[in-house]
């Protein structure tokens, strides 16, 4: 009967965490973004340099003609063909002007978006404690907070002590109902001893974050619909597991903030296919 109650626990654990193939889907979407984030700038790069032997063209053209001008005394206005080699590389060169500058702003709007949410999130969650960081990665915002401020060692209940920092998180979700959050578990390599229900660290790590998500969603208001479940076990180190002090920084909670620019990617994708 025990044997039965254990892997009924166990069988409820894995179907409450997020499954490999959709964690896999988001890396894999996380990795398109970024590729396509630099393609752009690859192409943006190309314009600009094909702007720039526009104009050295433009300024040859223009020079020729002058040259033109002052040889023939009777010659008052530019042979029409000048004239049309002249407009079609304005033409040119405005063209160019208006795909980089759309280029441009929607780089810049993906900038100014993480910017918004890194400078928000400092704001609300404060900067000066030193086991909270906020960082960005490939334009992905971060949040991770050590352990010790979440929960005891071995254990996935949340401290009272975690409530209020998970609060201050939570008001910067609740003010931003377009974001989805991934909140990532990490353990550090010790071996965790299994107590029938949990078996190893995989399990460890995505049984804090889901414990992590029952705050924030039961207690805290957040949207179940904006949260992502997800274990990484001890295989993302942020150092080298070999002194209680490093192991203390890899065993951490990482919230990874997807604020949606469905905007931004469209304008991308759409400049993208004009120069195919």
């Known amino acids: 009967m025990k044997k039965i109650v254990i892997a009924l626990s166990f069988f409820m654990l894995l179907t409450s965490c997020v ?11 996380n990795k398109e973004t970024q590729d396509l984030l630099n393609t752009c700038t690859m192409k943006l790069n190309s314009c600009l340099e094909e702007k720039a032997g526009l ?47 759309r280029m441009q702003d929607a780089l810049t709007k ?11 999130l400092k704001s609300a969650v404060g ?8 960082n960005v990665e490939k334009g992905v915002v971060f949040i991770s907070i050590a352990d010790k401020l979440l929960f005891k060692s071995g254990s996935y209940d949340v401290t009272d002590k975690a409530k209020g920092v998970l609060a201050k998180v939570a008001k910067v979700v609740n003010d931003k109902p377009d974001f989805e959050c991934m909140v990532e578990g990490h353990t550090d390599n010790v071996p965790y001893i299994g107590n029938g229900v949990l078996l190893d660290n995989w399990d460890l790590s995505v049984k804090r974050s889901t414990s992590i998500i029952r705050v ?7 949207k179940p619909e904006q949260l992502i479940a997800a274990g990484r076990s001890s295989y993302i180190p942020l150092v080298a597991n070999d002194t209680a002090e490093n192991k203390a920084r890899n065993r951490r909670t990482r919230i990874v903030v997807l604020p949606k620019i469905d905007q931004f990617y469209d304008m991308i994708e759409k400049e993208m296919k004009k120069q195919q």
Do not use: H, R
Not at 56 to 75: T, V
């Open 110 to 120: 993906k900038d100014s978006v993480t910017l918004a949410v890194v400078t928000s």
């Open 19 to 29: 499954s490999k193939k959709q964690y896999a889907a988001l890396e894999a979407k």
């Open 216 to 222: 924030l969603t039961g207690q805290l208001g957040v």
């Open 55 to 101: 104009k050295a063209s433009l300024d040859a053209a223009k020079e020729n003609n002058q040259f033109l001008i002052s040889q023939s005394k009777d010659m008052t206005v530019l042979t029409t063909k000048g004239a049309q080699n002249i407009e079609k590389a304005l033409e040119s060169i405005k063209e160019k002007d208006l795909k980089i500058s």
């Open 127 to 134: 900067i000066s404690d030193p086991d909270i960081e906020i």
